[in-house]
T-cell receptor, first 117, second 111 residues
Framework: GAVVSQHPSWVICKSGTSVKIECRSLDFQATTMFWYRQFPKQSLMLMATSNEGSKATYEQGVEKDKFLINHASLTLSTLTVTSAHPEDSSFYIC?????????????FGQGTRLTVV | GEDVEQSLFLSVREGDSSVINCTYTDSSSTYLYWYKQEPGAGLQLLTYIFSNMDMKQDQRLTVLLNKKDKHLSLRIADTQTGDSAIYFCAESDTGGFKTIFGAGTRLFVKA
């Protein structure tokens, strides 16, 4: 199956700093990219959706100035958590949808565990 | 809005069958998915079913869909300890762009 590489897999940062998470689709072009957040023992909550060449669409309650999404190309998406605080500590997962598979299947990255101290 | 619900825990003995249930509310759902998540990892797509189907079988996995009741189930035959994980039910619409996930069912397999 298609591979989505997410980096880093874990990061610890100080409160007030910014953290960038990268997500690359290695062997396919992703029309649409999604960023999810997962709290312990909870489901994935969609944060934002982006299509290449246009601005991301954020879900209600997600601060777009805090969670910056850049859909740089059909294979790369980045999420930057700006001025991180301890409550931003979570598991972040990206997902790319394969244009070649008619949008029936999304592929997920390995996830990034962010801990803000 | 759309909602997907599933029970939080299931415990079975190795070799038994596991059945994980899910209900959804969006009648326009076109694709219904089952994902597996192992500790600290991303999601792995196990299988999916189109809304015009009522059953799909793939090796040890059987998916049953009751569209009238908006009920989806995943049966794992001959459950193994390696099947211990969290299983997420999810649905998306015709465009397939937005996927809504359930809270996940944590499957424990006892040896």
């Amino acid at each position: 199956g298609a591979v989505v590489s997410q980096h880093p897999s874990w990061v610890i940062c100080k409160s007030g700093t910014s953290v960038k998470i990268e997500c690359r689709s290695l062997d396919f072009q992703a029309t649409t990219m999604f960023w999810y957040r997962q709290f312990p023992k909870q489901s994935l909550m969609l944060m934002a959706t982006s299509n290449e060449g246009s601005k991301a669409t954020y879900e209600q309650g997600v601060e777009k100035d805090k969670f910056l999404i850049n859909h740089a190309s059909l294979t790369l998406s980045t999420l930057t958590v700006t001025s991180a605080h301890p409550e931003d500590s979570s598991f972040y997962i990206c997902s790319h949808r394969d244009r070649g598979r008619g949008n029936t299947e999304a592929f997920f990255g390995q996830g990034t565990r962010l801990t803000v101290v | 809005g759309e909602d997907v619900e599933q029970s939080l825990f299931l415990s079975v003995r190795e070799g038994d069958s596991s059945v994980i249930n899910c209900t959804y509310t969006d009648s326009s759902s076109t694709y219904l998915y089952w994902y597996k998540q192992e500790p600290g990892a991303g999601l792995q797509l196990l299988t999916y079913i189109f809304s015009n189907m009522d059953m799909k079988q793939d090796q040890r996995l059987t998916v049953l869909l009751n569209k009238k009741d908006k009920h989806l189930s995943l049966r794992i035959a001959d459950t193994q300890t390696g099947d211990s994980a969290i299983y997420f039910c999810a649905e998306s619409d015709t465009g397939g762009f937005k996927t809504i996930f359930g809270a996940g069912t944590r499957l424990f397999v006892k040896a």
